[in-house]
């Protein structure tokens, strides 16, 4: 599993793990980075499952290259995720909450490893308790004179305090209605870049628990995740 794979594994699912904490209750006229905090703190008790449609982003500073991607995006409570990788290739990242599995047809194989391990850091502290944003992050507006850019979303800044190589940075734009994540962009500490754009948002739809594990198809290599 080439490094490049390995960070954008574990670039998604902390995304996934914002978008659950970001998506709820409408956030009427907050405006104050309190008042957006505790929105974010409250939300995450109320959301069981979330599905979304997603376009990417990878930014390779060494290389000097770009590769877009699109996709889908299935949440639920209990650490449990699914994107399903349509454009430029197929591939699957699914979590029942305990087993990481990242299938890429093309190789025929599969890569796993246990969830816990897959997710360390602050995406793994956050599947214990989402509701804890200050206590994983240093949180601040993007830009504190003017917190709403062009786009009229609320954009917050995120500093892990402890960082990690595939994690130095997240910047996330929430629509200041709905708590939506219209945008997130991870930053590594190597200067690269993977961002995404969140549509056609459904929540709490009850999905089932059959959709977060994977078993492989027959002849497929399985590899451990490293």
């Known amino acids: 599993m080439g490094a490049m794979t390995r960070s954008l594994a574990r ?5 996934c793990v914002a978008c659950a904490a970001l998506t709820a209750t409408p956030a009427g006229a907050a405006t104050s980075l309190d008042d ?3 929105g974010l703190e409250s939300a995450y008790g109320r959301l069981n499952d979330l599905r979304a449609d997603f376009s990417q982003t990878s930014f390779n500073k060494s290389l000097n290259s770009t590769i877009p991607a699109k996709g889908t995006v299935y949440l639920k409570k209990g650490g449990k995720l699914r994107w399903d990788y349509t454009e430029p290739s197929k591939q699957e990242i699914v979590s029942d909450g305990k087993t990481l599995w990242v299938y890429t047809p093309a ?3 599969v890569n796993t490893g246990p969830a816990p391990e897959a997710l360390a850091g602050p995406a793994g502290s956050f599947l214990a308790g989402l509701g804890r944003l200050r206590e994983h992050f240093a949180v601040r507006f993007l830009n504190p004179a003017q917190p709403v850019d062009g786009d009229g979303s609320v954009v917050l800044d995120l500093t892990p305090k402890q960082p990690q190589p595939t994690l130095a940075r997240l910047i996330l734009a929430l629509d200041p ?3 939506e994540v219209r945008k997130a962009i991870i ?3 190597f200067e690269n870049t993977v961002t995404m754009q969140f549509t056609k948002m459904a929540l709490n739809t009850g999905l089932a628990d059959r959709l977060f594990t994977f ?3 027959s002849g497929v290599a399985t590899v451990p995740l490293r």
Do not use: R
């Open 215 to 217: 078993v492989p198809p």
């Open 177 to 179: 209605k709905t708590w």
């Open 11 to 15: 670039a998604v699912v902390i995304l």
């Open 187 to 189: 930053h590594d500490q």
């Open 107 to 109: 190789l025929n194989q």
């Open 36 to 38: 957006v905090i505790q």
